[in-house]
T-cell receptor
């Protein structure tokens, strides 16, 4: 089984809809991250969490919110989706300042 | 200016070639440095960490120059399987900043 899983893997939604992307990890890592990637660009950090009670905004947090329900779970919400939030979303985990392990990604399309 | 900038690419090289990628960063207090590899539409995976003393892993060599604020990745004897996008990552205070990536295509 994969160490970092993301659901759904693909999602098409309409403008204005609320959508939640979920991430789970079995690695026991303390840190979790949400990134988005647009075509031809690198990953941009949306939110990151050092532990359940420590959540921080990243570079592009506007329009997104997160919830760290447990050490192993970190959810990303789009309260009112808009077309320019169409992107590939990755969740990642790490233990301290070490290697990040990524989930397989969620491809989100907002029409 | 972006916090992390990479060679724009793409790089198209024949098998067996040596290719080098550079990456510059703007935050002199950056703490950790990495190269990740990303295959088309898949998740990035760590290729190697980059240390001040430089480090080598088989055909791959990474170097860090703190004074000039750049890191490099050298790939020797390129293989077809090296075709991918290489992402430079710089970390500060727990936050990672990714470069936009350099795409490498190795041709027979």
């Amino acid at each position: 089984d994969a160490d970092v899983t993301q659901t759904p893997r693909n999602r098409i939604t309409k403008t204005g809809k609320r959508i939640m992307l979920e991430c789970s990890q079995t690695k026991g890592h303390d840190r979790m991250y949400w990134y988005r990637q647009d075509p031809g660009l690198g990953l941009r950090l949306i939110y990151y969490s050092f532990d359940v009670k420590d959540i921080n905004k990243g570079e592009i947090s506007d329009g997104y919110s997160v919830s760290r329900q447990a050490q192993a779970k970190f959810s990303l919400s789009l309260e009112s989706a808009i077309p320019n939030q169409t992107a590939l979303y990755f969740c990642a985990t790490s233990e301290g300042l070490n290697e990040q392990f990524f989930g397989p990604g969620t491809r989100l399309t907002v029409l | 200016r972006k916090e992390v900038e990479q060679d724009p690419g793409p790089f198209n090289v024949p098998e067996g070639a040596t290719v080098a990628f550079n990456c510059t960063y703007s935050n002199s207090a950056s703490q950790s440095f990495f190269w990740y590899r990303q295959d088309c539409r898949k998740e990035p995976k760590l290729l190697m960490s980059v240390y001040s003393s430089g480090n080598e892993d088989g055909r791959f060599t990474a170097q860090l120059n703190r004074a000039s604020q750049y890191i490099s990745l050298l790939i020797r004897d390129s293989k077809l399987s090296d075709s991918a996008t290489y992402l430079c990552v710089v970390e500060y205070a727990g936050k990672s900043t990714f470069g936009d990536g350099t795409t490498l295509t190795v041709k027979p």
